[in-house]
């Protein structure tokens, strides 16, 4: 019997981790491992008192309640990475998409190297890269630093550094950061919703998810796409 891959014992453990906690599990968990990036992407993923929240209190409730499990689970996912392929993820974002029943995890390490799968150009970059760029400025300023990158043909990630304006690093220093993330959250995905990325990319686009780590003024961008068939 074939040993499985470390894609699919991470896939079967945050399926796992997720129904213990939540009382149901994701339909699928696709993982992506293209150094130093880990992309894990769950899908049709609610559990039924999400589904009683949403309806009595609305998404920021349960976007809320998420939020507090979420950061309770990042520990135990690092450790089974770190104790299956020996790699310490120093940074974790997630995210999810309530309209979509999907949520993401995204890990970042810093003692690997580009990964081979990842594509540094892909056409339409510079449009893409200047849209980004655009949008962030809309929603607070200019990136100080922006990268992107085509990890396969399922992700096109995006990093971006130095986005805090002041008065945002003083609402995190303040005790409000969790307010601050709902509302740029809400704020950047619409920008981003709005521009037509798919018929930039020529490929359909399933889901964005956008996180931040305000302790380093970091900010991820995670595009899945579909690809043709």
Excluded at 4 to 20: A, Q, T
Excluded at 34 to 43: C, D, L, N
Excluded at 112 to 127: A, N, T
Excluded at 186 to 204: A, G, M, P, Q, R
Aim: proline content about 4%; overall charge neutral.
């Amino acid at each position: 019997m074939s040993k499985k891959s470390p894609e699919m014992e991470i896939s079967s453990y945050v399926g796992k981790l997720l129904r213990d906690n939540f009382g149901k599990g994701p339909e699928s968990v696709f993982v992506t491992i293209a150094p130093p990036f880990f992309i894990i992407h769950i899908r049709n993923f609610i559990s039924p008192m999400e589904t009683a929240l949403l309806k009595q209190e609305g998404e920021n409730m349960v976007q809320n309640t998420r939020e507090i499990v979420f950061q309770g689970l990042v520990p135990e996912i690092k450790a089974f990475i770190k104790g299956l392929i020996n790699i310490d993820i120093e940074e974790f974002y997630f995210d999810w998409g309530m309209q979509n029943k999907s949520a993401a995890f995204i890990g970042i390490s810093k003692d690997l190297g580009s990964s081979s799968l990842i594509k540094s150009y892909f056409p339409g970059k510079e449009v893409f890269d200047r849209k980004i760029n655009e949008i962030s400025h809309e929603a607070q300023k200019y990136p100080e630093s922006m990268n992107s990158y085509l990890i396969n043909d399922r992700v096109l990630f995006v990093i971006r550094e130095g986005i805090l304006v002041t008065i945002e690093k003083e609402l995190v220093r303040q005790g409000y950061g969790k307010i601050l993330k709902t509302t740029k959250r809400i704020l950047e995905k619409k920008f981003l919703h709005n521009f037509d990325f798919e018929s930039l990319l020529h490929t359909s686009i399933s889901d964005i998810f956008v996180d931040w780590d305000f302790s380093i003024d970091r900010s991820v961008i995670v595009f899945m796409l579909r690809p043709a068939k």
